[in-house]
């Protein structure tokens, strides 16, 4: 079936390890958070919302904990990673999933206040959790961090041009902390093409087919598309592998 991530045929075990997901109560963290723990990896989930965490928890199961945060709030980022470790023992894995667009629209348009929070939330977001998660353990430990960005990062994109300059940013701070963390930490990212999520919705809504249509793989993603691609960034599998950004968008970028 297209989507779908086996853990245990892909040979990826992260038994033992302990992985903590910004924006894991649904869509595509929370994809990465169940695919992560099928894999063995204990896991703490964490966004707004405590009602949708705690649902995603329980269909998850496995070793999971949640623990609600406002991605852009530093306070709340290393409150997460110190409970993390408390709860879990290490902290093994940073997912940097957590995003926001509230804004459509001409960039040349948007408003200051928008502006702020797209780049609190996308950008500053992930670098304050990479520091926390640094100076809680990975610094002394290693780890592997993988920052959640977008094709949009990669081209221009009608309407979305903030967003897309905010996942822009991401890509290329992804290149810095690679250069500054390793040899010990690995960091790299991803850049998901057009998903089926609530975050997506009302473009899927009203140019989801066409889109579809026109891609070479002729779908849109599913969310365990982006988890699957994820778990082998995290994995030893991927061990020599850090500063990059792996595109899955079913062939978008050729078009």
Known sequence: MPGVTDAAAANIDLTGRVALVTG???GI????????????AAVMLSA??????????AAIGGEVATFPANAG????????????????GSLDILVNNAA???YFG??????????????????RGPLVWTQAVWRAWMGANGGAVVNVSSIGG????????????????LIHQTHVLAAELGPSVRVNALAPGLVRT?????????????????LPLRRLGMPVDIAGAALWLVSDQAAWVTGHTLVVDGGAVLR
Do not use: M
């Open 106 to 123: 001409p960039l040349v348009d948007i408003d200051l206040p928008r502006l702020d929070k797209v780049w609190q939330v996308n950008v």
């Open 198 to 214: 609530d975050f997506a919705r009302v473009l899927i809504e009203s140019h989801g087919d066409a889109i579809a249509q026109a």
């Open 154 to 169: 990669l081209r221009t994109e009608g309407g979305i041009g903030a967003y897309d300059v905010s996942k822009a940013a």
């Open 24 to 26: 894991a109560s649904r």
């Open 29 to 40: 963290g929370r994809a990465i958070a169940a695919t992560l723990a099928g894999a063995g």
């Open 48 to 57: 707004r919302k405590p009602v949708t965490l705690d649902e995603a928890a």
């Open 73 to 88: 709030d530093p306070d709340a980022a290393g409150a997460c990673v110190a409970a993390t470790v408390e709860r879990f």
């Open 100 to 102: 926001t667009n509230p």
